[in-house]
């Protein structure tokens, strides 16, 4: 009956990790998905400042976008959601120099 128990219990337990983990990865897919539809946008961006001869770099709008970002973590991760956006950033200016 003992054995019955923690078998039962362990069952439940993996389940509920596997629920845990599927609604992660939904996440991931859906972050994925955005960055590449931001990806495209800046593609139209790099385009759009070639074409103006506009600076790909703008310090401003960089320290807008974080500034931005904070406002909307919370405290316990926004450094590192802000440095995630940092690499973002740089990526995109590498993007655009393309």
């Known amino acids: 009956m003992q054995n019955y128990k923690n078998e039962a219990n362990s069952n439940y337990i993996m389940n509920k990790l596997k629920h845990y983990r599927k609604k992660i990865d939904l996440i991931d897919r859906n972050i ?5 539809s931001r990806f495209k946008l800046i593609k139209r ?3 759009y400042k070639k074409i103006n001869k506009i600076q790909i770099s703008d310090e401003i709008r960089e320290l807008e976008v974080l500034k931005n970002i904070e406002k ?3 405290k316990d991760h926004s450094d590192f959601i ?5 690499s973002i950033i740089n990526y995109s200016k590498k993007f655009q120099s393309k």
Not at 32 to 36: C, D, I
Not at 82 to 86: L, V
């Open 45 to 47: 961006v790099a385009n």
């Open 32 to 36: 994925v998905k955005l960055l590449l």
């Open 82 to 86: 802000k440095n995630i956006f940092k």
């Open 72 to 74: 909307h973590s919370k």
